[in-house]
């Protein structure tokens, strides 16, 4: 019963192709995130959402565009996809602004462009 | 101002040895510092977490020290083990900000 859960595990697609990522938390939190990480294991967020509104959208290219249908699932979609998209996407969920809080990540999805 | 330095960026420890990751930050309004543990094609999981208004905090064989003036934290993995590999991140956050800021990661190896 995973708390954070995204689809694919694995992306792999070529350059200029439109591509989703699914995320679902079933912790009844009412935050959700899409962090990037790098080739570098850099941890970098991208977007909160809390209560199904955007609070932070990190000087992320508007090619990204996340949707949050309900306060359990954000998903992720990308338009045009380029080579240096290449990484991995953790989304993750907590309950309120994180302080005090556990943050809980999903596995990842690793995107890869071709 | 928003960011945290770590270092090293990678340790290699003997089995019953000491681990410490250290991490820096600018920012005084941060008031939250967790510490996160990834293992590889894992997400990273919550380890232990501290507030400024202590020095320490310990849980088992880890322990966050906690040096205010200074504005630095550290991780110190106590009988180290090799279950213990993995790369670590710690973090920051205050009240309202609705993000983490990650320091760059340490990539830990006890051998047995």
């Known amino acids: 019963d995973t708390a954070v859960s995204q689809t694919p595990k694995y992306l792999v697609t070529q350059m200029g192709n439109d591509k989703s990522i699914k995320c679902e938390q079933n912790?009844?939190?009412?935050?959700m995130y899409w962090y990037k990480q790098d080739s570098k294991k850099f941890l970098k967020i991208m977007f909160s959402?809390?209560?199904?509104?955007?609070?932070i959208n990190e000087t992320v290219p508007n090619r990204f565009s996340p949707k949050s249908p309900d306060k359990a699932h954000l998903n992720l979609h990308i338009n045009s996809l380029e080579l240096g998209d290449s990484a991995v996407y953790f989304c993750?969920?907590?309950?309120?602004?994180?302080?005090?809080?556990?943050?809980?990540f999903g596995q990842g999805t690793r995107l890869t462009v071709v | 101002q928003q960011q945290v330095k770590q270092s090293p960026q990678s340790l290699i420890v003997q089995k019953g040895g000491i681990s410490i990751i250290n991490c820096a930050y600018e920012?005084?309004?941060?008031?939250?510092f967790p510490w996160y543990q990834q293992f590889p094609g894992k997400g990273p999981a919550l380890l232990i977490a501290?507030?400024?208004?202590?020095s320490e905090k310990k849980e088992g064989r880890f322990t966050i020290s906690f040096n205010k003036s200074a504005k630095q934290f550290s991780l110190h993995i106590m009988d180290s083990q090799p279950g213990d590999s993995a790369t670590y991140f710690c973090?920051?956050?205050?009240?309202?900000?609705?993000?983490?800021?990650f320091g760059t990661g340490t990539r830990l190896k006890v051998l047995a």
């Open positions: 993750a969920s907590s309950q309120g602004d994180g302080r005090d809080t556990e943050a809980f």
């Open positions: 912790l009844g939190h009412d935050t």
């Open positions: 959402y809390n209560n199904k509104e955007l609070i």
């Open positions: 920012n005084t309004a941060f008031d939250y």
């Open positions: 501290i507030r400024p208004d202590v």
């Open positions: 973090a920051a956050t205050y009240s309202g900000t609705y993000k983490y800021i």
